[in-house]
């Protein structure tokens, strides 16, 4: 790793051991909790914490998550439980969780007797919620690949054809229609309805341009964005004390609708090996992305895309490059860190080129320090 890479390797951030593999369901939910209170939503810690009551009292979220079979990052079960609390919120189905997602009740004891209560009343609703990870389809993470693109610009040239994986509703797969401040640096689409301008701490990053010739994705189990049952399903996993994310995928709602996000469904593996069959154009660069992503993907399928890309980046020449750019969570630090490789010239080794809040609303860019 470069840069910063060793640096951040050697800090630990708090209950780190912790964090690939819980001991018990209790200790899953009260890591869950800190981890959002750090992230600046208490609300969403309230709500996590509250489910520790639920697993003893008989009801059926409980015996599933008392049973949960391995707890583990990439399972974000206390996630997937929240997102069926924050929907019965959101559909208006039962008004005693007002008070606790205004925040106006912040007394733990009593925030969990109402969503014990609320959990008796719903609990075949909610039972459905605990079957998937949470689809974090996030804007505000873009601002971390592009920032990752315009550095990558000045190796490889403006010009690029971009792929996701995990597309989810494909927010991200219309990056380019994002209007970005970063640091200082303007990037993408001028103007409405999607502006994308976090906290820049450090150096901006390079001016220069970026021309996105194509963007695609693909999610094994693609969301529409202009379908409202997708829609509420996505608003559902967005914490409920953080309303500027509610406001981004409306945003980005009526771009879905101006023009629809280029998704397919497809495996992640499955569309790496179509895309590196495809023809290149001469003079655009090649790039695959994704944000916190690959955490949800299986160790056997991310060794294969690893592989495939490496091979493709071993081919590459400087008329037909290939780039791997990510915004994803460190496995040891839980920093969620924006890494690039490219080929030809830096394939041999990820740079690590900055860090960023889970939900975009800062980055930290270390660029070539």
Known sequence: MRGKGKELADEKGAGDSAVMHMADVAGAFEWQARHAEAMGSHVTARV???????????????????????LTLEDAMPLRLAGGFHNL?????????GPIYRGELSDQSEVDAVMLAVARAHDARLLPWL??????????????????????SGRLGPNFELN???ASAGINTMLDRFDYDLGGVHAGRAGPPLRIAPEWRGAPPPDVPVEIVSIRGCDPTPMDLT?????????????????????????????????????EQMDAGQFVAERLAAPQEAGVTRTFFHSIVWQYIPAEKRDRIEAMIEAAGAAATP??????????????????????????GGGEQWSLLGQAHAHGAWVEWFGDA
């Not at 979220?61 to 008392?66: A, H, L, P, V, Y």
Request: hydrophobic content about 40%; overall charge positive.
């Open 89 to 97: 919120r959101l559909t208006g189905a039962d008004d005693r969780l």
């Open 227 to 263: 379908d409202p049952a997708d829609a509420l399903r996505l608003k559902s996993y967005v914490w409920p004390d953080v309303p500027a994310r509610l406001a981004r995928i409306n945003a980005a709602i009526a771009l879905a609708t101006e023009q629809a996000p280029q998704v």
């Open 48 to 70: 996590v914490r509250s489910f520790a009551p639920m697993l003893k009292s008989g009801l059926m979220i409980g015996e599933r998550m008392r049973g949960w079979p391995g």
């Open 131 to 152: 079957d998937g990870p949470p689809q974090t389809n996030e804007a505000g993470r873009s601002a971390g690949i592009m920032a990752q693109l315009l550095w990558l």
């Open 319 to 344: 008329e037909r490059p290939i780039a791997w750019v990510m915004v994803e969570t460190n496995r040891e630090t839980f920093r969620h860190e924006l890494r690039t490789r490219y080929w030809p």
């Open 164 to 166: 996701e994986l995990g």
